[in-house]
């Protein structure tokens, strides 16, 4: 079913959403503005440090970011982890210095798994598993989730 279908397409039409993709390591981001992009663009990846906030930051006021999702991981059962309050603990601190943009957290269970299968199956990317840009893949489909939510 395509995106404008759902409702939180058409209750945020005009809006533009960054998705994140929390990793140790890697932050993937994905962009998309709703009506006007076909689909939720990858935006690439920051190293995840101590800066990663600020590096956040900087790209929702570059881009003019009005909503942020962050996908958070739990276990297939529902159950959290470590991970998943490291990465909500993350989120409320971010929110707290964006706290005039509109926020959502996202399941992302299993969106890296997700994002492998559709580089396998993609002649975007080969039909190979592109490591440099699995995260922002995760991260775009983590954005499509949440568009798919309500």
Same mark, same amino acid.
């Given at each position: 079913?395509?995106? =404008? &279908?759902?409702?939180?397409?058409?209750?945020?039409?005009?809006?533009? +959403? %960054?998705?994140?993709?929390? #990793?140790?390591? +890697?932050?993937?981001?994905?962009? $998309?503005?709703?009506?006007?992009? @076909?689909?939720?663009?990858?935006?690439?990846?920051?190293? &995840? !440090? @101590?800066? !990663? /906030?600020?590096?956040?930051?900087?790209?929702?006021?570059?881009?003019?970011?009005? &909503? +942020?999702?962050? #996908? +958070? @991981?739990?276990? %297939?059962?529902?159950? *959290?982890?470590?991970?998943?309050?490291?990465?909500?603990?993350?989120?409320? !601190?971010? =929110?707290?210095?964006?706290?005039?943009?509109? $926020? /959502? $957290?996202?399941?992302?269970?299993? *969106?890296? $798994?997700?994002?492998?299968?559709?580089?396998?199956?993609? @002649?975007?990317?080969?039909?190979?598993?592109?490591?440099?840009?699995?995260? !922002? %893949?995760?991260? *775009?489909?983590?954005?499509?989730?949440?568009?798919? *939510?309500?």
């Amino acid at each position: 079913m395509e995106l =404008k &279908t759902y409702s939180n397409y058409q209750n945020n039409l005009g809006q533009k +959403v %960054l998705a994140i993709d929390y #990793g140790t390591k +890697v932050i993937g981001l994905a962009i $998309f503005n709703i009506g006007f992009d @076909p689909y939720p663009l990858l935006y690439g990846k920051i190293i &995840t !440090s @101590p800066k !990663s /906030h600020d590096e956040i930051i900087e790209i929702i006021k570059t881009e003019e970011i009005d &909503t +942020v999702i962050l #996908g +958070v @991981p739990y276990l %297939l059962d529902g159950k *959290s982890t470590d991970m998943t309050r490291k990465i909500l603990s993350y989120g409320e !601190s971010l =929110k707290k210095k964006i706290n005039d943009i509109n $926020f /959502h $957290f996202q399941d992302e269970t299993l *969106s890296s $798994f997700e994002a492998e299968q559709r580089m396998i199956n993609s @002649p975007r990317f080969n039909f190979k598993i592109d490591k440099k840009q699995i995260d !922002s %893949l995760a991260a *775009s489909i983590i954005l499509e989730d949440w568009i798919k *939510s309500e």
